[in-house]
């Protein structure tokens, strides 16, 4: 399998607080990688790091064979990171919102596949209010969608469940698995919610203190999810307390 | 000070910690004002002092009730819907706070204005008439400031500060990028959010108001459209760049084309300069007063060169940091 992501003693600081101490990760084409951890662990900063809209103190990203530091745009073309929810600008509208990313990624207009997506979601009637009069949930479907545009090969989600109603929910899991099911995009998912890790990835990574801690393969999960006295819950507990 | 709103602490505290950028971003505005209308007071710039007191006043009428109308309805918004919104605040409260933080600073500028008129009062040609422009300049500030403190509070916290905000009346397709598009629309909106913030055209009316009696009504237009402009030049330039870092900041993740996003970013301010610029040559000729042109030129000029260079440093900084 090739690999499509891979983080090479990643180090990450807000002032003397260091957030992330040398993370070694390498994410295959096709792969689900959900990343657990307690708060504070550094899980939002990965993502951050490997988008490039964090600052690193030491190591190398490389995205599709493509060194972050060196080539960005290369190396962003291959990535797509959902957008928090409070940073998306409240003046403008979804519609104006999917145009702006869709002409920063280079595509004439925004594409029929996160239109749909936004069907799938249920947001095509508030597309073309202002962001400013949307809930918390819509917001979040929105910046899932900014992430998505393009369908770039890995995709960065942090928590993007938060907020989703459940119908939207449970609509963009399958969503999110076909996309993956297809081979060519991975998932790099940042959540609490062990059971969307537990049911879905392909593989789980447990961080603490800005370290790998332990991680959970395919094989480790699907054992999971045959033995119902076993699940990552119970699983992760004992990684945490070892 | 337990009587006081909680978040006015920590505002200061953040103000504090944010060091020296923050607070010339805080007082410089205030500060610049203040030391413009003082040397308008005292300049040769006018042959009859009526006309220099009156320029002196306008700046100070305008400027003072612009900068606290937006900054009171700012602190409103912060601490209606921020980290203390929540919180069992009664709205007397926030208002006594506000009104307490208002007199302050309203007593510092008058303080300022006093204290640089008497340094300036050594040299000024109009040496003998400074107590009028003392006055004549406090009771502007002290006016401005009230005006908008009530203005603000009768209008309180809005939920919804994008409401209202119409498409433009003619349709300017060639400032949209399509590398970048809407971010004039964004840039735009952010403009005219600040300008209303500022009291938008209720300002005309004051300013009109301050004018002397029997002043001709050519050059009383003249003089308010160059305030009117060079606010707004003001304005746009700084929402502007407020909005180009914000839309940098928020697509720091896509393969953008900083290069073009630069030029892109250039379009909007630029065709709000020459608009703005339009109006002030227009102002400038009503006037009949040739010389204030170069000054206001400079000055405007100035409004608009450090945004601009934000837009630049902005987009250059996340390029090189990407």
Redesign the interface.
Known sequence: MTVLLRTTTLRVAYGDVRVLDGIDLEIARGEFVALIGPNGAGKTTLLHAIAATAPLCDGHVAIDGHDLAKTPREAKQALGLAIDPPRLPALLTGRECLALFAGARGLPAIPPATLALGETLSLTPMLDRRVASYSLGMRQKLGIMLGLIGEPPLLLLDEPFNGLDPRSALAFKPHLASLVARGDTSVLLATHSLDIAERHASRVVLLMDGRVRRSWDAGELAAMREHPERSLEKAMAEACSA | MSALHPALRADWLVLRRTGAVASVRMFGAPVLLLACCVALACGDLYKGYGWCLAAAALPALGGSHAIAHRRVLDALERWRFGWCGALPIARGRTAWTLSIVTIVALLVSLMFVSALLLIVSVSAPHRGDLPYALAGIDLALIVGTSVAMVRALRIGART????G?REPVLALPWLN???????P??QR??AL?RWRRGGSFVMVGIVLGAVPMGAPMVPVAGLVLLVLSWSWLAVAMRASAD?TT??V?????????FAR?RRASFRYPVAAALCGLVWMIVGIALLRQGMIAPAWIVLAGIASAWPMLRILRTTRDTES??
Request: aromatic content about 4%; cysteine-free.
């Open positions: 919804n500060h994008a409401g905000i990028d399509t590398r970048l598009p809407h971010l629309d964004w909106r952010a959010v909005a914000d839309a900041r928020l697509l720091g993740a896509t393969p953008l084309d996003a940091s990407a």
